[in-house]
């Protein structure tokens, strides 16, 4: 792209601005920065500017004014270019901001519209998986859980999921403290490998085998599990409605917003 083109590119984008009311130079800046947060280190110039879909002194101008703000590092040896430390202040001030659970909440009263489930958000306490967020459905009004609930550590698919990612000891602690009757069995070996290979869980409920529950995980910053998205639906609606795949992606979804990986 020649100096010409990139300035009517740029007088381009202004006219897009007015017409926008958007400041089109901010998403441009945002664009760069997203491209550094993506990559596994400091990038050249040439290499921004490819995966931006800009001209290299468009580029630069970017860079540069990125750099005096702080949001941008320059290796003085190499010329590359990476996150600076502006960049970083942002982003631990954003996650000290971040609650996992109301994130995941957010996300559990969103699939609460759209699927025929109750859906909610349970967390680990001394007495197992706790809901902490319930929301039905106006087109499934059965549920055999409730807000405050604690839930059984092995007959539940919430239970199954904080035992594939929580540490022996804990989930030892709970076994002992809940009933057996309560609890149920131990799973058998191979299944919380399997849950953690699929990214979740689901069971028919005990005493009512029309429904079924499902469960994934929430992960925060530190790769730790945090909540468990969850939903007790119909069986034959969950398999029509594909709820397993949308709770999944949630729970990724989730993770992401979280600050998580």
């Not at 202004?14 to 800046?29: D, F, L, M, P, W």
């Not at 970017?62 to 320059?74: F, I, P, T």
């Not at 035992?163 to 057996?180: F, H, M, N, T």
Request: a negative charge.
């Amino acid at each position: 792209m020649s100096e010409f083109e990139e300035n009517a590119d740029e007088l381009a984008d202004i006219a897009g601005e007015k017409r926008a009311g958007t400041i089109q130079s901010v998403s441009i800046a945002s664009r760069f920065l997203n491209i550094l947060a993506a990559s596994d280190g400091e990038l050249p110039l040439v290499e921004l500017a490819r995966r931006a879909g800009t001209g290299r002194s468009t580029a630069h101008r970017y860079m540069q004014s990125l750099v005096r703000e702080g949001l941008v590092a320059q290796d003085q040896v190499t010329g590359c270019y990476d996150l600076g430390p502006a960049a970083l202040n942002i982003g631990i001030s954003a996650l000290k901001r971040i609650d996992p659970v109301a994130v995941a909440a957010r996300h559990m009263k969103m699939m609460a519209s759209r699927f025929a489930a109750s859906c909610g958000v349970a967390i680990w306490t001394d007495r197992g998986p706790t809901i902490v967020q319930w929301y039905r459905s106006a087109r499934f009004a059965i549920s055999t859980v409730t807000l405050g609930d604690v839930l059984p550590l092995d007959n539940t698919a919430c239970g199954l999921v904080f035992q594939a990612y929580l540490p022996a000891e804990r989930i030892e602690a709970v076994r002992r403290l809940q009933p057996d009757a309560f609890r149920g069995p131990a799973p058998v070996p191979g299944v919380l490998e399997d849950i953690r290979h699929a990214g979740g869980a689901q069971l028919n409920e005990r005493l009512f085998s029309a429904l079924t529950g499902k469960a994934a995980p929430v992960f925060d910053v530190y790769g730790e599990i945090c909540c468990v998205v969850t939903t007790v639906s119909f069986v034959e609606t969950a398999e029509s409605e594909g709820h397993a795949g949308a709770l999944i992606e949630a729970g990724k979804q989730a993770t992401r917003d979280s600050g998580g990986a």
